[in-house]
């Protein structure tokens, strides 16, 4: 990052946009939208909501209804709820371009089409009780994501839509929240129609990913580091990295690095032309708990509840002196899993060890080529996944 601050210090001091380090590519008018504004830009119909949650957390959630190959029939369709991973937000969903983009190509497919915001993130950073400046604010990881949020937001379409059950998509950290609100909760699990899985992640033991180095550091230590509040929020000079310097020809391969070096990169597959768009809404950030959390699932090696650093403290939360187990193999809903050969977060080794816990898996694929954003930003996306998630959608 570092380097990155340096280049386009040279890039200002020298004003580079006249060839210095390469052509200006055209800028990609959603770097600086919001999500209506990104859904409405190609055409389709958006609607915005906010979600209150039982601990007093404001969602923001984005609909959209129809797609524009099918806009005559304004009937009932099926739900899909898609759900975004750890320091992410739903403009993950709709980066590319139409035919790229899982949303776009669900709502032209017939579905009616919902997509999620965790607490914290760019799009849900309000609370009916704190302040996101306060410590309180930002007391949560992704327990809380699937004891609050997804309950809170499932019910909120349900009652909508007047439809009893959805299909809910999760990618990386929204696998995580849903394996936890589907094992542990009986009732909420019974409106899921099937879970549908994008590089999965339950522990992380064999990850590769430079995220899981942060496990080292002691917490006391991380904290007075990073801070107790918010982990890597957007802030401008991502926006200006996005839409100045990664849109310069020369300087893409810097960028791509800068962006997927937590999460590998498949140069091969994404479309460089909206590496803007990607880091001008990336990172959406997250709270230091939820990394601290993840931390913790990289010792222990253990799918486990946070562990809120004595046992005093787990007794309050859990009754326990330590922070209960999750059992994936609770879970009944049906689900169908995409991992990547390549992806150093969801390792094929840590998928592994997840698929025989799971009762109800009705299709697996393991896509070589593939790291973890390739799920979400590969050109080939529609190809390797999402026909495939369509068909059986269709059949259920």
């Known amino acids: 990052m570092w380097l990155l601050l340096t280049v386009t210090s040279v890039i200002s001091a020298f004003g580079g946009t006249h060839g210095l380090l390469g052509r200006l590519a055209p800028e990609s008018p959603e770097a600086n939208m919001n999500i209506s504004q990104m859904i409405n830009y190609w055409g389709y119909p958006s609607e915005e909501y906010e979600v209150i949650t039982e601990d007093g957390y404001i969602l923001g959630i984005y609909r959209i209804p129809y797609g524009k190959k099918n806009s005559e029939n304004l009937g009932h369709r099926p739900v899909v709820f898609l ?36 607490r914290g993130n760019t799009w849900s950073r309000r609370n009916l009780y704190f302040s996101p400046d306060s410590v309180q604010f930002w ?10 949020d997804l309950p809170a937001t499932i019910d909120f379409i349900v009652q909508k839509t007047g439809q009893e059950k959805l299909h809910y998509v999760g990618h990386s950290q929204g696998t995580t929240i849903g394996f ?45 580091i990073f801070g107790d509040k918010i982990f890597m929020p957007h802030n401008f000079f991502d926006q200006f990295l ?5 849109s310069r020809e020369l300087l893409d391969r810097l960028c791509s690095n800068a962006l997927f070096i937590m999460c590998g990169f498949d140069r091969q597959n994404l479309n460089v032309s909206r590496f803007d768009v990607y880091l001008g809404h990336n990172p959406a950030g997250t709270s230091v708990q939820d990394i601290l959390h993840w931390a913790q699932v990289a010792r222990s090696k253990k799918f486990q509840a946070f562990n809120w650093g004595s046992p005093s403290q787990n007794m309050l939360h859990y009754n326990q002196k ?53 799920f979400i930003w590969a050109m080939n996306a529609p190809q390797e996944v999402y026909n495939e998630m369509i068909s059986i959608m269709e059949k259920d």
């Open 180 to 224: 936890i609100a589907f094992s542990t909760m009986p009732e909420l699990a019974k409106r899921i129609k099937t879970f549908y899985a994008l590089a999965p992640v339950a522990t992380v033991t064999y990850a590769q990913s430079p995220l899981k180095k942060l496990s080292v550091i002691p917490s006391f230590l991380f904290k007075m």
């Open 139 to 148: 007391a949560f990881s992704f327990d809380e994501m699937a004891k609050y």
């Open 322 to 374: 330590t922070p209960p187990e999750y059992d994936v193999s609770d879970m009944t809903v049906p689900i169908a899993v995409w991992n990547g050969g390549h992806d150093i977060l969801a390792d094929p080794r840590d998928v592994d060890m997840l698929l025989p816990k799971l009762p109800n898996l009705i299709y697996h694929k393991e896509v070589l080529p593939y790291n973890h954003l390739d």
């Open 83 to 118: 759900q975004h991973g750890l320091l992410a937000s739903a403009t993950n969903w709709i980066a590319n371009l139409p035919n790229n983009s899982l949303a776009f190509i669900l709502a032209d497919a017939g579905y009616d089409v919902w997509l999620g915001n965790s």
């Open 242 to 246: 996005g839409t100045e310097v990664c």
